[in-house]
């Protein structure tokens, strides 16, 4: 995978300027003055695969950018402090206002959106779930897809965290 490291000019640590100086084996932003090394991280996300007794899937239509006016799985970005399976239930109520139960792990997946933004995307299946469906934060709406009649999802890995939990729930039968 190729991306492009955020263009960070300035030391977090005391304000100086940054080099990029092959640190630990690759380029990485080092402050010429303190010699701070910043360490750029994916961003974690969370992505929830919501399967109905009809093998239908929760959708939500985004309405922000990127991809506005897309159908993905609910979910979102992780809080500073927020357990990965908080983070989801959160998204999923605050986008369909369903609450989450018991949740599963699918799988990580990368996900690059422009030149330098890096996503780790952890996929959960909602296995059990209450509340009835309305589109709230981020969402112009939320509808019930089956496999059949599915639109293309705005973000390969909701594609591939789908396919994962259906082989998921196959497997276990």
């Given at each position: ?20 100086i092959d640190t630990e084996g690759r380029d990485r932003p080092v402050c010429t003055d303190c010699g ?58 605050e986008e369909t206002g369903v609450t989450a139960g018991e949740m599963e792990l699918v799988g990580a997946y990368d996900s690059v959106t422009g030149t330098c933004r890096h996503v780790l995307v952890l996929a ?50």
């Amino acid at each position: 995978m190729k991306v492009n490291l955020p263009n960070i000019q300035f030391c977090p640590a005391c304000g100086g300027e940054l080099a990029l100086i092959d640190t630990e084996g690759r380029d990485r932003p080092v402050c010429t003055d303190c010699g701070h090394i910043v360490y750029i991280n994916p961003i974690p996300a969370i992505a929830l695969v919501v399967i109905d007794e009809q093998r239908r899937v929760l959708l939500v239509l985004r309405s922000v950018e990127p991809k506005k006016g897309d159908w993905c799985l609910p979910g979102g970005f992780l809080e500073w402090g927020e357990h990965p399976k908080e983070g989801g239930a959160r998204e999923l109520f605050e986008e369909t206002g369903v609450t989450a139960g018991e949740m599963e792990l699918v799988g990580a997946y990368d996900s690059v959106t422009g030149t330098c933004r890096h996503v780790l995307v952890l996929a959960y299946r909602v296995k059990d779930w209450s509340g009835e469906e309305i589109a709230g934060d981020d969402a112009d709406a939320v509808a019930w897809y089956s496999l059949d009649d599915m639109p293309k999802l705005a973000f390969d890995n909701h594609e591939l965290a789908l396919k994962d939990a259906f082989d998921q729930i196959e497997k276990n039968m």
